[in-house]
């Protein structure tokens, strides 16, 4: 009989964010959650105290991946169009490889306290992005006749949105954060 | 007092989908769809037999709303890559205008029959595209070195972002169809 390494709060977060990005935070309850991990729901509730716990956990993973991006020397150095280049292919490596989270992510709406904060966080990260486009137009980098708020919520929705048609198996992350960088720069790039 | 006018089937289903748009389909109940109409649940099932036939009623009208883009002169006729520029334009703009349906939409993943019914028209609209898209590149109007079906998908995932970020007020339906096409095309097009 094969044994099993005993669930610990990080590996029932993995499984419950699954659950969460398949059937929905809301359409997703701790039944679904320990039928996935294969343990009562009593066990569950020995390691967290509820559902948002988890969804708050999951939220924080997604966003502190987001802000290290930030801090990475290539996200620091260089000319702001040189920075972006840099953060829109690791958003969307990112959301590749925390598929699960970005998917719980982009889809909270601010229905409890978690998921305000969250919001909060997302919205102070389009702010920094959206600093950066401005700048990159200022220096004359990008083309000024696009609103740069606009633009990041555009490139982001075009990253994002490979959490609903992504299977694993098909391109590999790095190929379509190279053509999300490609299609995004050339457009927006000043010629 | 006043008088309201009676609901039909056409209103009803307007109400139904602000209701989805905002609590998600599987969050929003009959009553939700009450409540928002200030009439009764009976009174809603004497004009639609429940949940789902509203729902697919939305899902109709959003995609018919695509379908018909492809039939419109500008975006059957010239060059692939000219009706490429008009069909993402438009579908932008039909997405701004018809906002709660297209919000359904967009988050529908095949649960039931009407979904599944859903999802496969939108693939056949997204492979009508993916078509265009390869024309074009083979014409010598398009960069050849991005998959077409990632294009496709890419490009949609920006389009279909304005569902989760736009509010009325602010910028004009044709100025974000602008932006998408710009951006869009100013990088997808060979030069």
Redesign the interface.
């Known amino acids: 009989m094969e044994t099993r390494k005993p669930y610990d709060i990080d590996s029932l977060t993995d499984i419950a964010l699954r659950v969460f990005a398949e059937r929905?935070y809301?359409?997703a309850s701790m039944d679904d959650v320990a039928r996935a991990a294969g343990i009562t729901k009593a066990s569950i509730y020995h390691h967290v105290s509820g559902k948002e716990a988890l969804l708050e956990r999951g939220l924080g993973r997604a966003l502190d991946a987001l802000f290290a991006i930030l801090d990475e020397p290539a996200a620091r150095e260089g000319s702001a169009g040189e920075r972006l280049r840099v953060i829109i292919a690791r958003v969307a490596e990112t959301t590749l490889h925390l598929l699960p989270e970005l998917t719980v992510l982009?889809r909270v709406h601010g229905a409890s306290r978690s998921e305000r904060n969250a919001v909060e966080r997302r919205r102070a990260f389009d702010r920094h992005v959206t600093a950066i486009i401005a700048q990159a137009q200022r220096d004359g980098d990008l083309?000024t006749?696009?609103?740069p708020r606009?633009?990041a919520?555009?490139?982001?929705?075009?990253?994002?949105?490979?959490v609903?048609?992504y299977r694993s198996g098909s391109?590999t992350h790095e190929a379509?954060a190279r053509?999300?960088v490609?299609?995004?720069?050339?457009?927006?790039r000043r010629?």
């Open positions: 929905g809301d359409g982009f083309r006749d696009l609103d606009l633009v919520r555009l490139i982001f929705g075009m990253s994002n949105s490979v609903e048609w391109l379509i053509a999300i490609a299609i995004t720069f050339e457009g927006i010629r």
